[in-house]
């Protein structure tokens, strides 16, 4: 969405124009057909009402794979899935008011997502998503595993770390806000090292991903469910008895970390 002209460059020669361009420097899309679907105004710090036009696109690739550039973090969810997620009412009744009007687009699955290929000087390179995962151990030699919610996008109703996708900054600055915002831990970057890094494929010919987990030696906090509408619960497990079903790599990563290895590679033929 973008408001009024004050969004808008000398050389866009319409707002969805603006759109298209903001699209391609924030997120390195291209979506050539835009369509104005609702006209919405919101209020500014000094109390003047400002138009904003919404616009409506297709597309179907993966989030992770896009080269983000202004800390956003982008991610897929069904509509019926937005009400348990932190967003303003107004953008909540947006959607739902694009779905009412739409609903093909809710029943047409989203074909796998292929590997984003960005061009270079050189010609093209795939780009690898980097997520960052927190491995934990008490006392007890126990492993932190939180089971994600069924209507998840990615593992649902299955164990895996506390994770994340890196936005626009460092894997353990990305690590200590995932931690916090997700289960209520306090975690200093210094206390932090690498435990195991998993470069996976997953599905065969899909997005290639770096999964970074690194162990924490000290943390505060209580693990607590911050954010029910991806994760439902946290527990400690004993790696000799993990849970069913857990995220392949989460259960690689606790071996490899186990048998004093810090790299495994998984899905490449």
């Known amino acids: 969405m973008v408001p009024d002209r004050r969004g808008r460059e000398p050389g866009d020669r319409s707002l969805a124009e603006t759109v298209r361009r903001e699209l391609r420097e924030e997120a390195g899309l291209d979506i050539p057909d835009l369509v104005p679907f609702a006209m919405e105004k919101a209020r500014s710090s000094d109390g003047t009402a400002v138009p904003i036009q919404i616009f409506a696109g297709q597309w179907n690739g993966d989030p992770a794979s896009l080269p983000l550039s202004e800390g956003v973090m982008l991610h897929w969810f069904r509509p019926d899935v937005m009400p348990r997620l932190r967003m303003t009412p107004s953008t909540l009744d947006l959607i739902r008011r694009h779905a009412d009007t739409h609903p093909i687009a809710q029943r047409t699955p989203r074909p796998r997502p292929r590997p984003a290929r960005v061009l270079t000087a050189g010609g093209s390179a795939v780009r690898n998503g980097i997520g960052v995962h927190l ?72 997005t290639p991903l770096m999964q970074m987990i690194f162990r924490a030696r000290q943390w505060s906090g209580t693990p607590q469910v911050r954010e029910p509408d991806k994760c439902t619960g946290w527990d400690w497990w004993h790696p000799d008895e993990l849970p069913a079903p857990i995220v392949p790599y989460t259960r690689a990563a606790i071996e490899g970390i186990r048998a004093g290895c810090l790299y495994t590679e998984m899905g490449w033929s």
């Open 135 to 206: 491995y934990l151990e008490n006392a007890d030699g126990e492993v932190l595993l939180g089971l994600r919610h069924p209507d998840s996008a990615y593992a649902g109703s299955t164990w895996h770390f506390l994770a994340g996708h890196c936005e626009q900054e460092s894997a353990l600055s990305c690590l200590v806000r995932e931690a916090e915002e997700e289960a209520g831990l306090l975690i200093e970057p210094g206390d932090v090292q690498l435990a195991h890094v998993v470069h996976l494929v997953d599905p065969p010919g899909g």
